[in-house]
Nanobody
Framework: VQLQASGGGLVQAGGSLRLSCAASGGTFNQYAMGWFRQTPGKERDFVGYVNWNGDIIRYADSVKGRFTISRDNAKKTVYLQMVSLKPDDTAVYYC??????????????????WGQGTQVTVSS
């Protein structure tokens, strides 16, 4: 499956963005999906996870209550709605696909397919 992330940009602290990740080339509803983020010199950090039908959702503690992950299987797209953004949220955001369901752990190695990343910059 190929993944294409979009929706990043520059926003002021307290603002909102919605990231999208469009899938192609596979059966989208066979995959759980995740969002991760990475800043230069650091490891890729887990942000959120949604299973194939949306029944199981997980978030990193740092984004709980501010970020919402969702998916539309008909459109083969997963979303990350981000509100109350902080400068610490600045990162490249990646979407990823998990064929096994083990990605609910938040471990990046459980995800087999990755999008190219979209930059989110939050100014203070």
């Amino acid at each position: 499956v190929q993944l294409q992330a979009s929706g990043g940009g520059l926003v002021q602290a307290g603002g909102s963005l919605r990231l999208s990740c469009a899938a192609s080339g596979g059966t989208f509803n066979q995959y759980a999906m995740g969002w991760f983020r990475q800043t230069p010199g650091k490891e890729r950090d887990f942000v959120g996870y949604v299973n194939w039908n949306g029944d199981i959702i997980r978030y990193a503690d740092s984004v709980k209550g501010r970020f919402t992950i969702s998916r539309d299987n008909a459109k083969k797209t997963v979303y990350l709605q981000m509100v109350s953004l902080k400068p610490d949220d600045t990162a490249v955001y990646y979407c990823a696909a998990d064929r096994t369901g083990n990605g609910r752990s938040g471990r990046s190695y459980e995800f087999s397919y990755w999008g190219q990343g979209t930059q989110v910059t939050v100014s203070s």
